[in-house]
């Protein structure tokens, strides 16, 4: 229990809601999510997990499919119309569960984070980069300077070498962010990996391409993203961008 608890306090921390009594997790990650929940309802009654979920449409049929990814009531989810002005491949997610036992485990666990917690927070802030590294980012407002600044010196700890925290401009989403990248990709997936299927093979695909030194010839198509031809060419970005000088998009 107590690894799961670690990991879930680690999402939490980057990418939910905590006081007193209530907890909130914010995703879009159906790996994550289900794991969280598996988690949750080892925790509390089913009855006292809600979900909303936020979509460009209100389709019902979003509640039935939830439903049945979590094995969860219908009664207990609720959809809502998105507010963002960004359109997104998947639904936006919220886990909301009151309970004052949970929320001080969490916030015990919170106090001595080790890898597990790593696990959870670069589940909920981390992103594979097709460049070659791993970032890690917080918005520059509240503890944001804080969690990127303690997550550094985790990794630290366990010998996963990374940059020095920066902050950057971010001028599409008009704000400033603190991060710092992991360079060590290969380390990083043996202590700690992500939980999201998508992230997990975009890391491989990176290590694959930094383990081979024979490239695959071809002949980019209409709609193939970068992330596909690196997987078949074990090509790094850089050489494929210098080929194609195309629009290729990395998704």
């Given at each position: 229990?107590?690894?799961?608890?670690?990991w879930f306090s680690g999402?939490?921390?980057?990418?939910?809601?905590?006081?007193?009594?209530?907890?909130?997790?914010?995703?879009?990650?159906?790996?994550?999510?289900?794991?969280?929940v598996a988690f949750l309802?080892?925790?509390?009654?089913?009855?006292?997990?809600?979900?909303?979920?936020?979509?460009?449409?209100?389709?019902?049929?979003?509640?039935?499919?939830?439903?049945?990814?979590?094995?969860?009531?219908?009664?207990?989810?609720?959809?809502?119309?998105?507010?963002?002005?960004?359109?997104?491949?998947?639904?936006?997610?919220?886990?909301?569960?009151?309970?004052?036992?949970?929320?001080?485990?969490?916030?015990?666990?919170?106090?001595?984070?080790?890898?597990?917690?790593?696990?959870?927070?670069?589940?909920?802030?981390?992103?594979?980069?097709?460049?070659?590294?791993?970032?890690?980012?917080?918005?520059?407002?509240?503890?944001?300077?804080?969690?990127?600044?303690?997550?550094?010196?985790?990794?630290?700890?366990?010998?996963?070498?990374?940059?020095?925290?920066?902050?950057?401009?971010?001028?599409?989403?008009?704000?400033?962010?603190?991060?710092?990248?992991?360079?060590?990709?290969?380390?990083?997936?043996?202590?700690?990996?992500?939980?999201?299927?998508?992230?997990?093979?975009?890391?491989?695909?990176?290590?694959?391409?930094?383990?081979?030194?024979?490239?695959?010839?071809?002949?980019?198509?209409?709609?193939?993203?970068?992330?596909?031809?690196?997987e078949y060419t074990h090509?790094?970005?850089?050489?494929?961008?210098?080929?194609?000088?195309?629009?290729?998009?990395?998704?």
């Amino acid at each position: 229990m107590s690894m799961c608890v670690m990991w879930f306090s680690g999402l939490i921390q980057g990418d939910g809601y905590l006081d007193d009594r209530h907890i909130e997790l914010y995703n879009s990650s159906e790996d994550i999510l289900r794991k969280a929940v598996a988690f949750l309802k080892k925790q509390v009654e089913k009855k006292r997990i809600h979900v909303d979920i936020y979509s460009e449409t209100t389709n019902e049929e979003l509640k039935n499919k939830w439903a049945r990814i979590f094995n969860l009531p219908e009664q207990n989810i609720k959809i809502k119309k998105s507010t963002s002005p960004w359109k997104y491949r998947k639904e936006k997610i919220r886990l909301r569960v009151g309970s004052k036992k949970l929320a001080q485990e969490i916030k015990k666990r919170l106090k001595k984070p080790d890898i597990n917690f790593i696990k959870g927070i670069f589940d909920a802030e981390a992103s594979v980069d097709i460049k070659g590294y791993i970032e890690f980012k917080q918005v520059d407002k509240k503890n944001g300077r804080e969690i990127v600044f303690r997550t550094s010196n985790l990794l630290k700890k366990y010998g996963i070498k990374s940059t020095e925290p920066k902050t950057k401009r971010d001028n599409i989403n008009n704000k400033t962010d603190w991060y710092f990248y992991v360079k060590d990709i290969s380390l990083f997936k043996k202590l700690v990996n992500f939980t999201d299927s998508e992230k997990r093979r975009k890391l491989e695909i990176l290590l694959k391409v930094n383990k081979n030194r024979s490239f695959k010839f071809f002949s980019p198509s209409k709609g193939q993203s970068l992330w596909e031809i690196m997987e078949y060419t074990h090509m790094p970005y850089h050489k494929i961008r210098a080929i194609t000088r195309s629009h290729l998009t990395a998704r």
